[in-house]
């Protein structure tokens, strides 16, 4: 794994697919609706595109319950009461590590549920945050997989800012 700084373009996670990196934690139980959400995506295209989740959880063991808990249906949406899914694979970020590196990327602004689309060639091509009230099925970001994996131009926002040195 080749980790995004500011002075590189590329993300070398599963070269030849297109990947995505979903930050996401325990402790904002209000969006766990996102990790369904995002392992619909997986479970949907998991030939071809590579979900990795980071969990930016302060210890490890706190994310291990977690997931254990999701893996046997146990967490719940606090709504609904609807199990809530975590479905691809997921690693601590130990010390957030990585998220700082991501952080960096977006000009220091940064949160959980965030994620990254990364194209074949290895560069980031789309983020997005999420949030309780905006899981993916309300952005357009499953479109921007899509189109990744076709290999067609993604929608714009224009330029990237430029950072003040």
């Not at 997921?90 to 994620?115: P, Q």
């Not at 309300?138 to 800012?161: I, M, W």
Request: charged share 30%; net charge positive.
């Amino acid at each position: 794994i080749v980790y995004p700084s500011n002075d590189m373009k590329r993300v070398d996670l599963h070269p030849g697919k297109v990947n995505i990196v979903y930050f996401m934690c325990k402790f904002e139980k209000g969006a766990y609706n996102c990790n369904e959400e995002m392992s619909v995506i997986t479970d949907e295209m998991k030939d071809t595109v590579q979900v990795v989740a980071l969990s930016t959880d302060p210890d490890r063991g706190t994310v291990e319950k977690f997931l254990d808990k999701s893996r046997k249906g146990e967490i719940t949406d606090l709504n609904t009461g609807k199990a809530l899914r975590l479905t691809m694979d997921v690693a601590w970020d130990d010390g957030k590590k990585t998220f700082s590196m991501y952080r960096n990327i977006c000009n220091g602004v940064l949160t959980t549920y965030h994620a990254f689309i990364i194209d074949k060639a290895g560069k980031i091509c789309w983020h997005q945050q999420f949030a309780q009230t905006c899981p993916p099925s309300k952005t357009n970001f499953a479109e921007q997989v899509k189109k990744a994996v076709a290999g067609e131009p993604l929608l714009s926002n224009g330029d990237r800012p430029k950072r003040d040195p």
